[in-house]
């Protein structure tokens, strides 16, 4: 009977609204309004005075109204507002209205359809009716009525599954704030079973997978239910695969709390299968899992602890690895044997991802010399200088060099330090040079002093031609261009101070060390022809040379030469050399 009365106060507020509706324009109910002279009001009981006294009363009266005109105003150009129906709403209660807040609601029951709805969910009017009813009139009953037809009975038909959950989850808090812990915990169990066969929609089946539903109803299972009843509801939510890691590992905590220590490990089991790797709880799942059965049987159950981490580690991703390879390897220690944890350790060198391998092989070397002795880590520096990048790779170097040196094998480390100095650039690791000079001022002589630095020479020679960008270089260094062989030449040769040949080069060749020489062998040999040609020319011998392939001299260039020469000599006498001497060369004429 309230709704009703709320309901038609409402609709007589619509009716007046059309006929007073001028007088919110201002200026055009001034100006149509017909306004008494003051020179007819000649008392107070006149009928112009009343006339007056009762404008300025329903003009104060429709400014009182005005928000809620207003609000009518806007609730005809859209009734599906939810926003604008609890305003509506709201400015009742401020006027002390509460009768009309209810039928405002209650008409917003009716107007606004689920699918059409804008500036808020329906769940939010079927709320603030409750709580009108629970707060303003302080009839329980009455707000556990209205949810019951919101929930239980369907009147609404909502849209979306999460706009129902959150009103069930509204009627369990109520039933909270009202102490009655049965009626919540059986409200919530409820909400997440499978609604009668005439009342199964979309909606209502989505209810079953609502995680605010089970998650309020776990949380009330484990304070106000029985062990039992708990563990029912964690083993439904496990099965209906609703569950999330947070799920699992309060389960899990829950049965160790109350000791049913097999039990949990069942638990944590259920969970890594519903969440294998690479799903993001499942590292968390997994540690827990293998934290809590350390902490039970500790080195009790060898075999299974193994088979437990040897399952983690088969299917975890590398970047994942390092903290189950770490907890298996000081399970090993501790428990175990030593062999099987240096094997762990291995393992998880050829398995972590490159930026943590030199991190993995430091503490292997580390665990190496623990156990078994500083000359079993010779092979595994090796292999790690294998593995890793060069950077890395060099810095393992160092602590190669750095053992042999502890060792007195002086000779293997500065062999460590030459292997590792093709991969340190100068130019971005200068501690490794740096490390070297003072290792061969402690331990080295001139000659081995002076092979460093060759080696450096040729190094930064090597790396010349090497373009870093900005990002290894530093953010914002200007964009470098590759050195050819030529410019990083010149440029070696202009940092040595030593002056380059500028004879041009043939590409492929090497630019012969010995070309002067070479030519004033020709020249020799071009002046021994020509004088035994004015030997024979002389003599009037005839050499024969038994080739057809003679070499064609220059005989005008000789002539010329002979007589210019004779011309420069002046007055000398010739004289004919004896047959003798030439031996079986003459012929006889």
């Known amino acids: 009977a309230d709704?009703?009365?709320?309901?038609?106060?409402?609709?007589?507020?619509?009716?007046?609204?059309?006929?007073?509706?001028?007088?919110?324009?201002?200026?055009?109910?001034?100006?149509?309004?017909?306004?008494?002279?003051?020179?007819d009001v000649d008392d107070d009981d006149s009928p112009a005075s009343a006339d007056i006294e009762l404008a300025l009363a329903r003009a104060e009266n429709l400014t009182s109204r005005r928000p809620i005109l207003l609000n009518r105003v806007l609730l005809r150009q859209n009734p599906h507002n939810v926003g604008e129906w609890t305003k509506r709403s709201t400015l009742y209660l401020k006027l002390g209205q509460t009768r009309q807040a209810i039928g405002a609601l209650e008409e917003a029951f009716r107007s606004v359809k689920a699918g059409r709805s804008v500036n808020g969910a329906p769940s939010m009017l079927w709320t603030s009716l409750a709580t009108i009813y629970e707060e303003k009139e302080k009839d329980v009953a009455a707000a556990r009525r209205i949810y019951e037809r919101a929930c239980r009975d369907g009147e609404y038909a909502f849209r979306d599954t999460d706009d129902l959950a959150q009103l069930w989850a509204g009627w369990v808090e109520f039933e909270l704030r009202h102490e009655n812990w049965d009626s919540a915990l059986s409200v919530a169990r409820q909400s997440v079973s499978n609604p009668e066969p005439e009342r199964q929609n979309r909606v209502t089946r989505g209810l079953g997978r609502s995680l605010r539903l089970w998650g309020l109803l776990l949380?009330?299972?484990?304070?106000?239910?029985?062990?039992?009843?708990?563990?029912?509801?964690?083993?439904?939510?496990?099965?209906?695969?609703?569950?999330?890691?947070?799920?699992?590992?309060?389960f899990a905590s829950f049965l160790t709390e109350h000791k049913y220590f097999e039990e949990s490990f069942n638990a944590y089991e259920r969970g890594v299968e519903l969440f294998p790797f690479p799903h993001p709880g499942a590292k968390l799942v997994w540690k827990t899992y293998l934290d809590s059965f350390l902490k039970r049987y500790e080195g009790t159950k060898i075999p299974r602890t193994r088979e437990l981490f040897d399952r983690c580690l088969e299917n975890c991703p590398p970047d994942q690895a390092s903290d189950f390879s770490l907890s298996y390897g000081s399970f090993e220690e501790q428990y175990g044997l030593t062999k099987r944890a240096l094997a762990v350790y291995e393992k998880m060198c050829t398995t972590l991802p490159a930026e943590e391998k030199f991190s993995a092989y430091q503490l292997f070397v580390a665990k190496t010399v623990k156990y078994l002795g500083v000359t079993a880590t010779r092979p595994l520096y090796e292999r790690a200088i294998a593995a890793l990048e060069d950077e890395p790779a060099a810095k393992m170097c160092l602590e190669f060099a750095n053992m042999e040196t502890s060792l007195g094998e002086i000779e293997r480390a500065r062999t460590a330090l030459t292997y590792g100095a093709q991969l340190a650039d100068p130019r971005r690791f200068p501690e490794y040079w740096s490390k070297w000079h003072d290792f061969e001022v402690q331990n080295g002589n001139e000659e081995t002093f002076r092979e460093m630095l060759r080696i450096k020479r040729s190094v930064q020679a090597a790396f010349s031609t090497v373009n870093y960008n900005a990002a290894e270089m530093g953010a914002g260094a200007p964009k470098a261009e590759p050195l050819s062989d030529d410019k990083a030449l010149a440029e070696i040769a202009a940092r040595e101070g030593v002056k380059m040949n500028e004879q041009p080069r043939i590409g492929g060749f090497i630019q012969g060390k010995r070309t002067q020489e070479m030519k004033d062998l020709e020249e020799v040999e071009r002046r021994a022809a020509k004088i035994a040609r004015r030997i024979e020319g002389n003599t009037g011998a005839v050499v024969e040379s038994g080739r057809d392939d003679d070499i064609d001299l220059d005989d005008d260039d000789d002539d010329s030469e002979n007589d210019a020469g004779q011309a420069a000599v002046g007055n000398v006498e010739t004289k004919a050399i004896p047959a003798a001497v030439y031996g079986g060369l003459a012929v006889d004429k």
């Open 219 to 250: 949380d009330l299972e484990e304070s106000l239910g029985t062990i039992q009843t708990t563990k029912d509801a964690y083993n439904r939510v496990i099965e209906t695969k609703v569950a999330t890691p947070s799920h699992i590992l309060n």
């Open 3 to 39: 709704c009703e009365e709320g309901s038609n106060s409402l609709e007589t507020d619509g009716g007046g609204f059309d006929e007073d509706y001028d007088i919110l324009l201002g200026d055009s109910y001034a100006k149509n309004r017909p306004r008494p002279l003051v020179d």
